[in-house]
């Protein structure tokens, strides 16, 4: 089937067409799922959001003038999902914006029953250019601004959207818009480390960071806790989502290492396979099932670099999100 002109879509999806509609969006979906993400710190509720925006712009097509690009108006209708949706949930935030560090020795504790952690996002619904706005530090940073400023900021730095188009989106005025931006960016700026991660990766250059990733990988396999510590920032953290537990420092993070992570895996080593998720190194780790004679994933490592130095490992520990970053559940 020849591909329809967008007129021609559009006309048919105001006459009730449902796959025209289909078609029409399509294009944009990405984007809007990543705009989702990005108000909301979650990967489900993205989803729903999104869902329920594709929903009210499928009602209110007829109202749709065209004198916004269609772009526009579904990330005004997307966004306004978001805003309504963040009004019932909690808060998103990284452990380390939950309460203060534990020690190691207490081990990871228990997981939180509520859902309150930022979800690492996979780089496949986001292009190359727009990784850096998915990184887990971005990301925690916007969920603590109101969510209007959050959207502002995205809209406006993110999306490349001006002004009176964010305005617009958001029944407000330039001037309020413009006042939103400039105390977004002052709050998130405090947030954010002086470096991306896309500058760190960059900075390092691939054989350096394919280096740094090989020996990560050979030091984790074999359970050998003074290669991993050697490779750690002084300062480095370790969290452990849904755990609100997280352990900071050099040595705090060695006695994670030598007293639960490694030392709980049973005869054999873990194995490490590599993946990419919110635009950082990751790697999905697996534990050795007896029973199953197979090793089973267990969660999802993100990286966060300091240069050539581990700075911090945000382990993800729900191996459901292994499909979603192209994980397999099970490794021999």
């Known amino acids: 089937m020849s591909a329809l002109p967008t007129t021609d879509l559009l006309a048919a999806a105001r006459g009730g067409d449902e796959d025209a509609f289909a078609r029409l969006v399509e294009p944009h979906r990405r984007d809007l799922h990543a705009h989702c993400y990005r108000m909301l710190g979650s990967l489900q509720d993205a989803e729903d959001a999104l869902q329920d925006a594709l929903l009210r712009a499928w009602r209110g097509l007829g109202r749709f003038e065209g004198r916004a690009s269609?772009?526009?108006?579904?990330?005004?209708?997307?966004?306004?999902?978001?805003?309504?949706?963040?009004k019932r949930r909690p808060k998103r935030v990284l452990p380390i914006d939950y309460g203060p560090p534990s020690d190691p020795h207490d081990g990871p504790g228990e997981p939180l029953l509520e859902s309150v952690w930022v979800e690492p996002y996979p780089d496949e619904h986001v292009g190359y250019e727009q990784r850096e706005s998915v990184e887990l530090a971005f990301v925690a940073a916007?969920?603590?601004?109101?969510?209007?400023?959050?959207?502002?900021?995205?809209?406006?730095?993110?999306?490349?959207?001006?002004?009176?188009?964010?305005?617009?989106?958001?029944?407000?005025?330039?001037?309020?818009?413009?006042?939103?931006?400039?105390?977004?960016?002052k709050a998130v700026d405090e947030r954010?480390?002086?470096?991306?991660?896309?500058?760190?990766?960059?900075?390092?250059?691939?054989?350096?960071?394919?280096?740094?990733?090989?020996?990560?990988?050979?030091?984790?396999?074999?359970?050998?806790v003074e290669a991993v510590a050697a490779m750690l920032a002084d300062d480095a953290v370790?969290?452990?989502?849904?755990?609100?537990?997280?352990?900071?420092?050099?040595?705090?993070?060695?006695?994670?290492?030598?007293e639960?992570?490694?030392?709980?895996?049973?005869?054999?080593?873990?194995?490490?396979?590599?993946?990419?998720?919110?635009?950082?190194?990751a790697f999905g780790a697996y534990q050795w099932d007896e029973e199953a004679e197979c090793f089973r994933g267990h969660v999802l490592q993100v990286l966060t670099l300091d240069g050539p130095r581990i700075a911090e490992v945000t382990g993800f520990v729900e191996p459901a999100l292994f499909p979603r970053f192209g994980l397999p559940m099970t490794v021999r």
């Open 70 to 86: 269609l772009r526009t108006w579904l990330h005004r209708i997307a966004t306004n999902a978001c805003l309504d949706l963040a």
């Open 142 to 185: 916007l969920q603590h601004l109101p969510a209007s400023q959050r959207a502002v900021l995205i809209l406006r730095e993110v999306l490349g959207f001006s002004a009176r188009e964010v305005a617009e989106s958001l029944e407000t005025s330039v001037a309020s818009v413009n006042s939103a931006l400039q105390r977004a960016r």
């Open 192 to 224: 954010l480390p002086a470096q991306s991660q896309q500058a760190t990766v960059r900075a390092l250059g691939d054989q350096r960071l394919e280096e740094l990733v090989h020996a990560y990988v050979d030091a984790w396999e074999r359970g050998d």
């Open 238 to 258: 370790v969290t452990m989502p849904p755990m609100a537990t997280w352990f900071r420092g050099h040595d705090a993070f060695v006695v994670f290492l030598a």
């Open 260 to 281: 639960w992570a490694f030392a709980r895996r049973g005869c054999k080593p873990g194995r490490l396979v590599r993946s990419h998720a919110s635009g950082q190194v």
